[in-house]
């Protein structure tokens, strides 16, 4: 940053033009380690394929604008988790808009999905997931479990046999 007086004693510092401020490079850093990890994320809560993926790309740039938003205010809060639960909320209030998709997962509900995504591929513990849905703890469990078990079953089905 360069120095610049505008009157005797007075300095005030300016970036150049088009200079990123340190909020925004502090931003960047944050998007280019999680932005991958979190895609991942939303194309799996989506069911999108990894090459096509629409859907999950707009849950996650709305996440991360909302996390830029707030950049500055943040203090003690995770980032990672605070793009994570958003994208999550987002996903919840516009699942029911958005059909199909690919794979195991594109068999099960979108709150079957948010539970085995946030618990078993984000690790996110029970208690948490449980208040960012809005559900008991032993919900949480009994979802996943249910999940997990379909998912398994279908595992096993021969290829072509929908599972039950």
Known sequence: MREHRSGPGDRTRH??????SHRTREFEAFVAGAAGRLLHAATLLTAESRTSNP?????????LAHTYAVWGRLR??????????????RFARTAW???????????LGPQERL?????LYEGVAEEQV????????????AV??????????AARAPRGEAAA
């Open 144 to 153: 996943c479990a249910r999940s997990v078990a379909a998912l398994r079953a």
């Open 115 to 119: 539970v085995v995504v946030l618990r």
């Open 55 to 63: 859907h999950a790309r707009a849950l996650l740039g709305a996440a």
């Open 97 to 107: 808009r958005h059909h199909g998709g690919r794979g195991p997962l594109a068999a």
């Open 76 to 89: 003690d809060e995770d980032p990672y988790d605070l793009a994570r639960r958003d994208l999550a909320a």
């Open 15 to 20: 970036r150049p033009h088009g200079e990123p």
């Open 130 to 141: 449980a208040a960012l849905l809005g559900l008991s703890e032993a919900r949480v469990r």
